[in-house]
């Protein structure tokens, strides 16, 4: 009827026309006809959907209306996402309770739960009727309600409500692993560990705030995007096959959120890139529905996972042009304006009648100065207490020291005096000669006192890839970093021990140098990977006379217990190429509870003493056991060194009994760098800052400075010389 304006003719109405069917009609008369059926008939439908059409948003608006909520109602929230492996059908359909602190829109709520903050629609809940809810809950609900009713407060209060939850979770007593498999760190603030060591700077949300209207930023994030795209999907892979490919592999953790803020910052890139919006503008990870939304950190660290070392080092390193000025990549903009503001006054010269020995370097004006900075007037205090306690040639004891101390202070008071002298009235440098006490004439003579350091162990492979992507830098570049902040004591590099444990970024030509020596060994996070052809490019590399050491091998418990086993079968075959007169560098690392490691250092005592004889030369890196260790291991191996890094900073009670029990002969410091820096945010480490080390162990073990230098360089070359 609708189509034709009549009824449809039937076989029957062929045969036998039908009763009372007009067909004295004019061609005229039955176009009219056939108009007016057809308009009306339209009508007749039209009236009738709107009907059909109110009853059913009446109905639906029935319903809709028991499902409005208010902020502080408690909730449960409909939970269908599936666990791999796990049957989904015994379990409770239902999350929570949870609270209603936010409406986004009409049906669009902001649900708070015990760990986690969601953004959810309103058919995924329904309300909590329980007569006793948790007590947290409770708390929350009287919190948000004082703010519902003083408004004023309202707005500054419900920004750091929201966030809470997020920090609360990352930050609790739960250790989370780092997904990059080269780094698999575990620890309780994975955020902000993946910050430091793993996403770029162009993503991070809160000390950007000035660059997110800026069109060019945002495309940099964009474009850092799309290369996402194309090393994971392939060559022509769109941003938009990045959002498939993760929804569809499931990649993503259960129970990530996203703080409020990210929605803004997602909605600007969005708009520069030209990509579509998501519906409602509102931006989701389950599923993902923006490529923005892959800015994410969770996202993004997992998307990093899989990518290979230099790519990811190449992903690091967008933007950074960008967001730091180049001379100070390595630094938190938010830390590097604090450093500024309480920089020390920098001394521009200063003079040293005192006489000098071949072992404090002597830089003239013409520049032989290590460091590009003038020493600061509290590093001129450090350095003259070292040098006078060098001088001096044997250890003190307590009072000596004090007094020593006390005369330096007051010998630094006119050098102090004088460099406010020199600054203010300037001299200048070259033409005014000084006569000294031999009556000699000297020029003003810049001096950088500086002290010799052995750093025992560091990685130069992992240093440039982090720093430069590949592995073609060099020690000495590595050495030529610009540090900042500056290390707090100048020291020169006279050697140290560069570690290969990593069997794909062995070192193709072994450099000719006596200064640094090369340890050749697998990392004992990296023994699940291990094969046959491994074994012999170690083997291999061993017979070489440059190598000097073979580590670090060891056991790390900081990984999957499922592994632990596999390590200690590994370490037990490695220690079969260990010779004598090569030191074994050990890696022994307890679970990430544990503070002093003590069953796996007992642990691996056991493994070596089956394998080795007691003059074997060991080196156990990074040492933090207890004083029994110290004695344990001697005891068994009188050969043992111990090497302390800066985790000396945060040692026990028992680990700085077991410092002190070190006797000077058995000693070595390290850095490991590029790792082991405190604090954090200080992204690679280098050698140059073991004098931070040696400086804590100075005051542990009640030495001076300089000794600790020396007997730790002697140490260093007598072992692997
Ligand atoms: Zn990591
Ligand atoms: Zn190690
Ligand atoms: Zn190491």
């Not at 902000?192 to 000390?207: E, G, M, N, Q």
């Not at 929804?247 to 890139?269: E, K």
């Not at 990296?526 to 060891?554: H, K, W």
């Not at 992204?683 to 804590?696: L, S």
Request: hydrophobic share 35%.
């Amino acid at each position: 009827m609708l189509m034709l304006g009549r009824e449809v003719n039937q076989p029957v109405d062929l045969l036998y026309s039908v009763p009372g069917a007009k067909t004295d009609e004019s061609q005229d008369e039955y176009v009219m006809r056939l108009r007016d059926a057809i308009t009306s008939a339209h009508e007749i439908a039209r009236n009738t959907l709107k009907t059909t059409q109110n009853t059913m948003k009446r109905d639906y608006d029935v319903r809709i209306l028991e499902r409005e909520y208010k902020i502080g109602d408690l909730v449960y929230v409909l939970d269908t996402a599936k666990i791999k492996g796990r049957a989904k059908k015994l379990d409770p359909p239902w999350k929570g309770p949870g609270l209603v602190c936010e409406k986004l829109s009409s049906y669009v709520y902001k649900i708070k739960l015990q760990k986690s903050v969601l953004t959810i629609n309103h058919d995924r809940l329904k309300p909590c009727k329980d007569r006793e809810v948790p007590p947290w809950l409770k708390q929350c609900q009287h919190r948000l309600q004082d703010e519902v009713n003083t408004p004023m407060q309202q707005q500054h209060a419900q920004q750091p409500e929201a966030d809470q939850p997020e920090v609360k979770h990352y930050e609790g007593n739960k250790h989370s692993t780092c997904p990059i498999p080269t780094c698999g760190e575990s620890t309780k603030k994975l955020k902000h560990h993946c910050w430091v060591y793993h996403l770029p700077y162009i993503f991070k949300d809160l000390p950007l705030d000035k660059f997110e209207k800026e069109p060019s930023f945002q495309k940099l994030r964009g474009e850092a995007i799309q290369k996402l795209a194309w090393w994971i999907v392939g060559q022509r892979a769109t941003v938009y096959d990045l959002v498939r490919y993760v929804n569809s592999n499931n990649i993503l953790p259960r129970n990530c959120t996203m703080m409020q803020r990210c929605q803004d910052q997602m909605r600007n890139v969005t708009a520069v890139m030209n990509w579509y919006p998501p519906a409602e503008d509102i931006y989701t990870m389950y599923p993902v529905n923006s490529p923005a939304v892959l800015m994410q950190w969770r996202i993004l660290i997992t998307l990093l996972a899989q990518l290979s070392p230099a790519r990811r080092a190449e992903f690091r390193r967008i933007g950074c042009d960008f967001v730091l000025p180049p001379m100070a990549r390595q630094q938190s903009p938010v830390k590097r304006k604090a450093e500024t503001a309480v920089k020390v006054p920098v001394a521009k010269s200063y003079k040293s009648s005192r006489p000098t020995e071949g072992r404090i370097n002597l830089a003239n004006q013409s520049g032989r100065a290590r460091e590009n900075k003038p020493p600061t007037v509290s590093t001129v205090v450090k350095t003259l207490t070292n040098l006078q306690n060098q001088l001096a040639g044997k250890p003190l004891d307590a009072r000596e020291i004090l007094n020593r101390k006390r005369q330096s202070r007051d010998s630094s008071r006119p050098v102090d005096t004088k460099n406010r002298k020199t600054e203010s009235h300037p001299v200048p440098q070259v033409s005014n000669p000084v006569v000294d006490k031999n009556n000699n004439v000297n020029r003003i003579q810049k001096v950088t006192l500086v002290s010799e350091a052995f750093d025992s162990h560091f990685h130069l492979d992992r240093a440039s890839i982090l720093l430069t992507g590949s592995l073609e830098m060099s020690v000495e570049q590595y050495l030529q970093e610009k540090l900042i902040p500056q290390p707090d004591i100048a020291v020169e590099m006279i050697g140290g021990v560069l570690v290969y444990c990593d069997p794909d970024t062995y070192p193709q030509v072994l450099p000719d140098t006596s200064k640094w020596k090369i340890a050749i060994g697998l990392h004992p996070k990296a023994a699940p990977y291990f094969n046959n052809d491994q074994f012999m490019a170690m083997q291999e590399a061993l017979t070489d006379m440059r190598v000097s050491a073979l580590g670090e091998i060891g056991l790390d418990r900081t990984v999957n217990p499922i592994h632990w086993m596999s390590q200690e079968k590994i370490l037990d075959k490695l220690l079969g190429l260990a010779s004598p007169n090569k030191p074994v560098i050990l890696h022994l690392r307890g679970q990430a509870t544990e503070t002093m490691s003590d069953a796996v250092y007992t642990r691996a005592l056991e493994i070596v003493q089956n394998k080795c004889e007691p003059e074997q030369k060991i080196h156990l890196h990074c040492f933090h056991g207890s004083a029994r260790q110290v004695e344990t291991w001697r005891r068994a191996f009188p050969n043992t060194y111990f090497s302390f890094s800066l985790k000396v900073k945060n040692f026990h009670e028992d680990q700085i009994m077991a410092a002190r029990n070190v006797p000077n002969h058995r000693i070595l410091i390290e850095t490991d760098s590029p790792y082991c820096t405190i604090p954090s945010d200080i992204r690679i480490n280098n050698p140059r800052r073991i004098g931070q080390v040696a400086m804590i162990l100075a005051g542990i073990r009640s030495q001076p400075v300089a000794e600790i230098f020396a007997v730790t360089r002697d140490n260093g070359k007598s072992l692997y010389g």
